[in-house]
Structure formats: C-alpha cells, structure tokens
C-alpha cells in the first residue's frame, strides 16, 4: 500500500524542501520531493498531511543504559539522592544501589527506558545491559540498533564463565531482532587486561561489534598510568579487588587500548573526555567511531571531550544520553541543547545534528543513510510539531538550539508509527 506523507517542512540530509512530501511503498521511501511532484503518478496514493510541522530523520541515541531508566526512583528509595563529590563516589553509589534492588526491576526500567526513547524521537540506540534476561524486552519493541552485553570483573576463572555464558547468548540472538547483539568489555579499569587482550581478539575473530567506557575520567587515566588514585583508594577495595592491583599500564587510555589489540574499527569508544593529540592520532588511524555523552560529563565534573581535534582528526563521532543515573533524560534533543551551548564554538549546529543522525548510525554499524529520509531507505522519520516554525534557513539552528521543546507526534519505523503501536505507561 502507498502513502505520501507531507508536511511543511522536510528535511533530506542537509537539503531542506518547503511542502515536502515522501512516498512510503510497503515501509521502503519510494520517493522524495515536493509535494506535487509525488502525487503524479501517484494519484492513487492515500495522503497523510502533518501541517505545520517538520519531518526529519530519528535521532540516534549511541550510548545509553535503559536498564537504568528507574535509577533516579531507586536511589532515591535508597535514601541516596545526594549527588556524589566525585567520579569514583558515583560509581560507589551506583554500586551499592544496584545491589540493594531487586533484579526483576530490571525488565520494567528497560522496557520504560525503550518507551520513553521513542517519545523522544529516537529510533536508533547503542545500548549496554548486565542483566541478560531483560533482553526481552527488545523483542518486537520498535527501536532498532545495536544492545552491548556488559562483562566486567578482574577473576580470569568468573570472567571465562561469563563469557562463555555471554557467547551462548550471542550465539542465540534472534536474527530477526530489530535490535542487533554485540559485547561491551566495560573499561580497561574493571577488567583483567590479559583477558581484554584474549576477548578482543575472539571479538575480531567472530567479527562481533563491542563497545567500551574510555578516557571517561582523569581517575581512569591516574589509575592506568600509576596504580593509584581514589580507583585504587577507593573502589578496588570496596569490591574487594585489592589483590589485583599491580604493575601499572604506564599508557593512556587509548595507547593501552591499541596494545592490547582493542582499538579497532568497530570498538566503538565512549566518552572521551580525557583524550590526548597523540591518542586522537591513534583512534583516527583505527578508524574508531567516538560517543561523546555531553551532559553526563558534566554532572560528573568527569571533563569535557576535545571535540575540535576529534572533528579535525575526521573521526566519526555521535552523541548519547548515557543512562538515568547520571543524567535528567533519555532525549537527544536535550543533549543536542545542552551541547551546542557547552561546547560553543567547537561545532556548529549542522556538525551537532550530523552526530546526533548519520555519525550515531555509522557508530552502531549501520549505513550511514539510517540518518537520511531518501529513497530506497527504509521509512524512518519523525515529526517535529513546534508551536512555531523557523524561517527556511534556520530549520538546523531551530532544531539544535530549540528541538528539544517542540513535540514529536509522530516517529515512523519501516513505515509504522511506534508512538500510536506501543502504549507502555509511564
């Protein structure tokens, strides 16, 4: 069956068309244009027609963790709702929370998390989960991209079984999941550096997509250089790891990466924040994709990501929420306003938007046109309803700086509007 759809605004990569219009046939963009110009020979075609509105790519979310959408509730039954001093005493807290809460709370945190993403306009995630039986909750859930199983631990023996029991998962996979499978060595603090040498290359081997935290904090980059720092102070010992703290790393984050075979095209790098000129240089020779999660950044006081030199060294870069216990939302149009303020005149809102569509596409393993609305694409878009729309011109500054407060009414996947086809309460 086809329908066009139409509205005020439609935005095609970086071309803008006043009173476009694309053709959906069976959940594929047949074609795009003017709205005119799609209905001859298409006379037959039901119209579906927006008004006063723009019609754009989903956004990307390519780094979060919607297992933990319920964490601000948790932490706050907890008695917790102070916010920690420092990187270390947050992860401390996010610790003794996810300790005291029951596992099955998991599934409905998720699930949440995958509702309140799509009320946001994003239809691609890059997302971590711990607790495996909540992968369930993917399953015909509407959002599509990449879910990283999360392996973390410093006793080779646990490791092994956990990773065989992660492998048997993988192997398992629903093919026909909208959401694809990878792994996600957490960092390269929190796991046995000759174990994360083995697993990457068992990664590259199978051809299996990871992602790991790195240069989140200048506490990762004292620990790797030295053994020391609140790292060592304070979390070893809280987890009971004192007995493997040993020789130092002596490298930077993305150094001992690349020396342990893990800095590879499709390790996709979070964070960031304490990169150096000599480790861009690395990342780009790698051909890495780089997550910046802005806004986690700075509730953590964890630094800011050099974002100029990872533009002028040309690595593709994307944006993410990370989760809910370091951030107010799951909406990238909130990370796309507070970016464009905290980073100023390192990027310009095109840049920004570019990040927040085909970079994050790129970043899961996916083509770089997921991020367009074109033909011979599948039919993904959302629908923007300000109360007012921009002049032409400045439809991109409008969205970067202003999106976040305008209403997405609609958000198709292959050609189904999710917000009307999934109803879970909030």
Not at 10 to 38: H, K
Not at 140 to 165: F, P, W
Not at 198 to 205: M, N, S, Y
Request: hydrophobic share 40%.
């Amino acid at each position: 069956m086809a329908t066009i759809y139409t509205a005020q605004y439609l935005l095609s990569g970086s071309a803008l068309i006043e009173g476009g219009a694309l053709l959906d046939i069976d959940g594929r963009i047949a074609e795009v244009g003017a709205l005119q110009t799609i209905r001859r020979g298409n006379e037959q075609a039901a119209v579906v027609d927006f008004g006063s509105a723009i019609i754009l790519p989903p956004l990307v979310n390519a780094h979060t963790h919607l297992e933990l959408t319920d964490f601000p509730r948790w932490n706050d039954s907890e008695g917790r709702g102070k916010r920690p001093a420092s990187f270390v005493d947050w992860i401390l807290q996010v610790i003794r929370v996810k300790h005291r809460i029951p596992q099955e709370c998991y599934l409905s945190s998720l699930q949440r998390g995958i509702q309140l993403s799509l009320r946001a306009g994003t239809g691609l995630v890059g997302d971590i989960l711990s607790y495996l039986p909540a992968r369930n909750a993917y399953r015909n859930c509407g959002l599509q991209g990449r879910v990283y199983l999360e392996i973390i631990g410093q006793n080779r023996s646990d490791l092994q079984k956990k990773l065989t029991a992660l492998k048997q998962v993988l192997l398992s996979w629903d093919k026909s999941n909208s959401v694809l499978a990878g792994l996600s060595p957490h960092s390269l603090y929190t796991l046995d550096s000759s174990f994360l040498t083995d697993l990457f290359r068992e990664l590259e081997a199978d051809h299996v997509f990871s992602a790991i935290h790195l240069a989140e904090s200048a506490e990762e980059v004292e620990f790797l250089a030295t053994q020391g720092g609140d790292i060592a102070r304070k979390l070893y010992p809280f987890i009971g790891w004192e007995r493997y703290l040993g020789a130092p790393a002596g490298h930077p984050p993305a150094k001992q990466l690349q020396r342990i075979d893990g800095l590879r095209a499709d390790t996709l790098l979070v964070h960031g924040t304490q990169l150096t000129v000599d480790e861009i240089d690395l990342i780009a020779r790698a051909g890495c994709s780089v997550v910046l999660c802005p806004r986690s950044n700075d509730r953590l006081g964890s630094g800011k990501a050099p974002l100029s030199a990872l533009h002028q060294a040309g690595i593709n870069l994307a944006l993410g929420t990370d989760s809910m216990a370091s951030n107010d939302s799951l909406s990238i149009w909130d990370e796309l306003h507070f970016a464009a303020r905290w980073f100023g005149h390192q990027v310009d809102s095109a840049q920004l938007f570019d990040m927040a569509t085909t970079g994050g596409a790129i970043s899961l393993g996916y083509r770089s046109d997921w991020g367009l609305v074109q033909p011979e694409s599948s039919c993904n878009f959302q629908v923007l309803s300000p109360e007012d729309l921009p002049n032409p011109t400045d439809v991109i500054d409008f969205l970067v700086h202003e999106g976040h407060r305008a209403t997405v009414s609609h958000l198709f996947l292959n050609g189904i509007d999710r917000l009307r086809s999934h109803d879970i309460p909030l």
